[in-house]
């Protein structure tokens, strides 16, 4: 089975979810709404079972983690508490001859990211040649590597001084000094950086001259810090322990592209971590590699992962690292995980003036816990599942096939049930077990064309099994059961069916990797 090729994979997603509708442009009848995706059919099912596995990983498997559901709206002095009012600004530049406007953050980044392409070339190549290859020694020794590591340093601690000094010259004279071009104009004719907030606002009350300004959350932490005494106080909870929350946020950002990679409207789904000032770097240790085993337990492959250590930390934090992907058009954040000390704790103490501190019996004395975060967007990781599971197979005699190999406890149907033909009580007792199943499953019935097509069909939206009734089901009350990724298949009796769903598309098989 071979990945689609990486200059056709990108648009081979897109299409491949409308096609089959997983995604769909929000009000598309009306020309679409940039940056503003609607999840259909198959992509709401896939969405729920993403979000339900990590739900069930974080709150159900840890005694100590318990979920919330905060508002959107919150009152508007939390996000000044927050620093979201003074400080959530993207350093933007504009292109004077494409007229296009870009994040000078990610155009410096991505410059940096060629700079490790080469390096990794160069780890790759020498790895081929040498049988027993030690690749730190190689990096610690090779010219050529070092070179590209100290320009990549350079780079890193220059950028970081301008973002801490908020030097907005300085970050433009960066671009210009490592010649930046604009990807659509191929020119360096750049504008001069500036800072745009990302929150979205709104009013509150019905009358406008009486309403308040609100805004839409842009993240649903801070819905957890301001709920973290209710939490603790009437869940009797003891340090270390977690409020996870699923929710939507809202970002207006400028430069939206990458389909769903970054959008205006997106899910998170994080949890807050709260441990005693000092063992911070202990906890984030322990969840840094706890989120890398999550994803991994997907089994979309090892090499898709890779942690980024974070160049400027935000204002919260004293320790921050990104668990990136690599998606068709290259490694980018997927998850971050943050150590973010009492600062959001403190900040909301001083805004609402009042006490947020916890008791600890065993110190004998209160204190604001520090917190250690882990945030990740449903929508980033269902893309990321999305453009691993769909690959083209080559079959016998040269015909292929795009079949989406999801994770079977993912898939949004985990068995389509086949009758042979629609006749001889065949769709009758392919209803039975339909009717049998879908309290335990989600099933489909899947009558129209031959049975190859129905396969691929079936196989295009990530379905793991196929069952078959035919007449030989009649008799013996026996069905074929073809398998998604071997397209082998195997005689099953109907009253096993039930069990053998149960061991191989059932939540508890990945969350018994963990």
């Known amino acids: 089975m071979n990945p689609i090729k990486p200059e056709d994979a990108f648009k081979n997603i897109i299409s491949h979810s409308k096609e089959y509708g997983f995604i769909f442009q929000s009000s598309e009848i ?14 709401a099912e896939l969405k729920k079972n993403i979000r339900d596995y990590w739900w069930q990983a974080m709150v159900q498997l840890h005694h100590n983690i318990v979920g919330i559901d905060a508002a959107i709206f919150m009152h508007p002095t939390t996000w000044k508490a927050s620093g979201h009012v003074d400080a959530f600004n993207d350093p933007l530049i504009d292109n004077k001859d494409s007229k296009k406007r870009y994040r000078a953050d990610v155009l410096i980044e991505e410059h940096i990211g060629k700079l490790e392409d080469k390096i990794a070339k160069e780890v790759e190549k020498a790895a081929k040649r040498f049988e027993n290859f030690d690749e730190a020694m190689f990096r610690g020794t090779n010219a050529r590597v070092q070179e590209y590591q100290k320009k990549i340093d350079e780079i ?28 659509i104009s191929g020119s360096r004719n750049w504008t001069d950086v500036r800072q745009f907030n990302l929150m979205f606002s709104t009013s509150m009350g019905s009358v406008s001259e009486e309403s308040s300004t609100i805004y839409l959350r842009p993240e649903t932490a801070q819905g957890i810090f301001v709920n973290y005494l209710n939490v603790q106080k009437t869940g009797r909870m ?28 997106f899910e ?6 709260f441990v005693k000032p000092g063992t911070e770097m202990e906890w984030y240790a322990y969840w840094k590699q706890a989120r890398l085993n999550w994803h991994l337990s997907l089994g979309l492959g090892a090499e898709k992962y890779r942690y980024h250590d974070h160049v400027k930390l935000a204002h919260y934090a004293n320790a921050a690292c990104d668990i990136e992907h690599r998606f068709p058009f290259g490694f980018k954040e997927l998850e ?21 501190q916890y008791f600890d019996p065993e110190l004998n004395q209160s204190y604001v816990p520090y917190v250690v975060e882990t945030s990740v967007g449903l929508d980033r990781l269902f893309l990321s599942i999305l453009s691993s599971a769909l690959k083209e197979e080559t079959l016998e005699g040269g015909d292929t096939r795009s079949v989406l190999c999801l994770p079977p406890a993912l898939a949004p149907y985990k068995a389509a049930i086949f009758p042979l033909v629609k006749k001889d009580g065949l769709p009758e007792l392919a209803e039975s077990i339909y009717t049998t199943l879908k309290f335990d499953f989600n099933v489909a019935i899947d009558e129209k064309d031959t049975v190859g097509k129905r396969y691929r069909r079936q196989d295009a939206i990530g379905t793991p099994f ?22 082998q298949q195997e005689r099953i009796a109907i009253s096993a069916l039930q069990e053998f769903l149960e061991q191989r598309v059932s939540l508890k098989v990945l969350l018994k990797t963990l």
């Open 238 to 265: 003891k340090i270390p322990f977690g409020i996870a929350q699923t929710g939507k946020a809202f970002r207006n950002e400028i430069v939206a592209r990458q389909f769903i990679f970054r959008m205006r409207e």
């Open 336 to 356: 971050g995980i943050h150590s973010r000390t009492d600062f959001d704790l403190k900040q909301h103490e001083s805004f609402s003036g009042k006490k947020l």
């Open 268 to 273: 998170q789904m994080e949890m807050q971590f």
């Open 156 to 183: 890193e601690a220059r950028f970081k001084q301008a973002l801490n000094d908020n030097n907005l010259e300085e970050v433009k004279q960066i671009i210009l000094d490592l010649e930046i071009v604009c990807p």
């Open 30 to 43: 009306y020309d679409g709404l940039s940056a503003v995706y609607d999840y259909g059919q198959l992509g």
């Open 466 to 487: 196929c069952i078959t009734v035919d007449h030989q089901s009649l008799e013996d009350k026996t069905v074929t059961v073809r398998h998604r990724d071997s397209m």
